[in-house]
């Protein structure tokens, strides 16, 4: 697990919705905002990947926002955002490799296969259906 070495806001809030007595007395909902603008260690592309996917968590003065109110506790909730962060950050990393034209072509003999394998099933179950049939005189 890597440190993050840049610029992050966070605040701490009660949360909304069911939980009993613990949700009214207790702030635990956790706000983390990183600011992806100062991140200098984060690579170009990769900033751009995580604006493009998380685009609706990312406000005017680009910043990411990320909530955590899953837990009873504050630090819990603090560590479930930055694993929050560290989860974008390496979805964000994976680049996907382009098919090679060798690939492409195994692909379509195997559709090509797969066709002529599902028209014989076929003409053979026919077959069977119609030899059910009965063809005497009466």
């Given at each position: ?39 200098d ?30 837990h ?8 479930d ?39 014989d ?18």
């Amino acid at each position: 697990m890597f440190r993050i070495f840049s610029r992050y806001y966070s605040s701490i809030n009660i949360p909304r919705g069911p939980g009993g007595q613990n949700v009214n007395k207790v702030s635990t909902k956790v706000d983390l905002r990183f600011v992806l603008n100062e991140a200098d260690w984060i690579p170009a592309e990769v900033k751009e990947k995580i604006r493009e996917q998380q685009f609706n968590k990312i406000n005017k003065k680009d910043e990411l926002l990320i909530t955590s109110d899953r837990h009873r506790t504050q630090l819990k909730n603090i560590e479930d955002c930055f694993a929050k962060l560290e989860q974008i950050l390496s979805e964000a990393q994976v680049v996907k490799k382009e098919t090679s034209e060798d690939v492409l072509e195994r692909i379509k003999e195997f559709k090509v296969l797969e066709k002529v394998r599902t028209m014989d099933y076929k003409k053979k179950r026919s077959d069977i259906k119609s030899s059910r049939k009965f063809r005497g005189d009466f």
